[in-house]
């Protein structure tokens, strides 16, 4: 019998290569050859191998598939959603380098079944201590991963890294949502000989849908990351070789950087409702912070079930400017983190909205403020078959980050954040639970700069109080203010009356093509106890991909 352990354990190559478009198959073809085998020998499957779960094998979404089909793999192979989760962290290293990769920091929520706890996981991309030509951030993922992995996983390290390292090495297919970032933003990319040699076809342009990427720097980089643990990229032979390699770029990462790189476990924002609990990273992540003041504001005395249907724009509009000045007033710290979502701070905010009419961001104190956002994002969700879960946000601060591949390593520098200060200003998870019987409801991550945490509470509001479908409350149109400036967008598409019902409470309405992306896992029943009410599902606005199996 072919095991799942023993395919991830492919050794390094020696020396190093550019990686390149080639034109045939890989790691698709390795993964089904391996299922078939395994179901051939008429034998029970071992732990560690694909078909070893039988029956619901959790679910797992992405915005890119063949990252979502790795962490569906390592859940059939009996893995957790931290093993699944770090899977498709080291999978969209190979996969969506626009969004993710050995660069990228992040947030995420973790839902551990055997006691109920929920953690956040703090690792976000924080620009280095000196600054030079080049501004970047310094990497901070291999080790985030390793400590979730550590702590919540039941595979072993190597084999939740190697998935990656395969596709690296034998190469996959561009997908559509890779494409379509390639297309935006690959004039820069392929401007750089060395990132040209992995992104651009023959005849120099950026590589399409369909195309093949194979990366024999970045997997030769994975394979000591699978066979050692990121260490060496912190402390050893590798972490040398990435501060020179920056240094030859015209940046500024020192060994003190990658040293100090560590993420950080935190106690949710929480906020509770009937018997369940909404958890939000608490700041830095400021995204997580406006998510949950809009939250607490829909579900203060009820304010969004008690609304008519043709007040709930209005309703989400006006909570997302008042968040969005509950951001403002806790960084200019007029407003402690602690009183952040407190019942005072809540139903001061709720008392000061109006159903009837639009107030102005203006008078609000303090106003909310606009800042420079990264809108290029990524968000996955993974629940197991016992209902522990894990959701993240990934950004490499920059669309490809600093748009430069590190000679030798493979992977994209990140970029600086675009404000220093503040790294966290659009990534903020939200997952639903209910401690009391340690039991998983909801969870999204969402992606789309200073829109995220309001297209994520948008759906969050109709799924969870509206008792909506997640996949019908993934389509409905959107609405945002961020009261800077003082404009309701909302999604082309809406109805008539729905923009009516806008304009005639005084909201300066402006259509937009799509307000976020929300990629969630809906278990409306609960998980473990009815994994047939779970749903799984990849925003309809780009090309991810959701799977759920039994």
Not at 289 to 294: F, I
């Amino acid at each position: 019998m072919r095991m799942f352990k023993e395919l991830i354990s492919t050794k390094s190559s020696k020396g190093s290569s550019a990686g390149r478009l080639r034109q045939r198959g890989g790691v698709g073809l390795t993964l089904s050859l391996l299922i078939t085998l395994t179901a051939c020998t008429g034998q029970d499957p071992e732990k560690g191998t694909i078909g070893y779960v039988t029956g619901y094998l959790g679910g797992v979404v992405a915005d890119e598939p063949r990252a979502a089909l790795v962490g569906r793999d390592v859940l059939s192979a009996g893995g957790s959603a931290a093993d699944a989760a770090a899977a498709v962290y080291f999978a969209l290293a190979a996969t969506m380098p626009s969004s993710a990769g050995l660069g990228a920091g992040g947030v995420c929520l973790t839902h551990n079944r055997e006691d109920g706890k929920v953690e956040a996981l703090e690792f976000l991309p924080r620009a280095t201590r000196e600054t030079g030509k080049l501004a970047t951030a310094v990497p901070i993922g291999p080790r985030a991963f390793y400590a979730l992995q550590a702590r919540y996983g039941k595979l072993q390290w190597g084999q939740v890294v190697a998935p990656a390292e395969q596709l690296a090495r034998f190469g996959n297919q561009v997908s559509r949502a890779l494409a379509t970032d390639l297309d935006r933003h690959g004039e820069a990319l392929v401007s750089d000989p060395a990132t040209a040699r992995i992104f651009a076809t023959k005849s120099g342009k950026p590589a399409g849908e369909g195309a093949y990427l194979t990366q024999l720097d970045l997997a030769a980089t994975l394979a000591v990351i699978r066979s050692q643990g990121p260490g060496d990229f912190y402390v050893g032979r590798l972490s040398r070789t990435l501060v020179a390699a920056v240094a030859a770029m015209g940046g500024t990462l020192s060994a003190a950087d990658l040293v100090s790189a560590r993420p950080t476990w935190l106690v949710p924002l929480q906020i509770e409702f009937g018997h369940k609990t909404a958890h939000f990273p608490p700041p830095p992540s400021y995204a997580g912070s406006v998510a949950a003041q809009m939250w607490g504001l829909l579900e203060a005395d009820d304010l969004y079930a008690d609304t008519p249907a043709e007040g709930r724009l209005h309703l989400l509009a006006e909570a997302a400017m008042r968040a969005y000045g509950g951001r403002a007033a806790l960084l200019e710290k007029q407003l402690s983190p602690d009183n952040l979502t407190t019942q005072a701070t809540l139903e001061k905010l709720a008392d000061s909205l109006d159903p009837d009419r639009h107030t102005s961001a203006d008078s609000l104190v303090p106003p909310p403020r606009g800042l420079r956002q990264d809108s290029s994002e990524t968000s996955f969700v993974v629940v197991d078959p016992e209902g522990s879960a894990v959701v993240c946000n990934l950004s490499l601060n920059a669309p490809f980050g600093s748009q430069r591949i590190i000679p030798g390593l493979g992977f994209l520098l990140p970029a600086a954040p675009m404000t220093k200060a503040q790294p966290g200003l659009s990534m903020g998870p939200m997952m639903v639970t209910n401690h009391h019987v340690r039991e998983f409801f909801f969870a999204a991550g969402s992606s789309g700069g200073v829109t995220a945490p309001t297209a994520m509470v948008n759906v969050a509001a109709r799924v969870l109080i509206g008792e909506e479908r997640l996949e019908t409350a993934q389509a409905a149109k959107r609405v945002h203010n961020g009261g800077a400036p003082d404009v309701s967008f909302i999604e082309t598409g809406v109805t008539q009356a729905e923009m009516t019902s806008l304009t005639r409470r005084g909201h300066k309405v402006q259509a937009v093509k799509r307000i976020g992306r929300v990629n969630a896992i809906s278990c409306p029943k609960g998980l473990p106890v009815r994994p047939d009410s779970c749903s799984v599902k990849a925003d309809p606005r780009r090309f991810g991909l959701g799977l759920s199996a039994d």
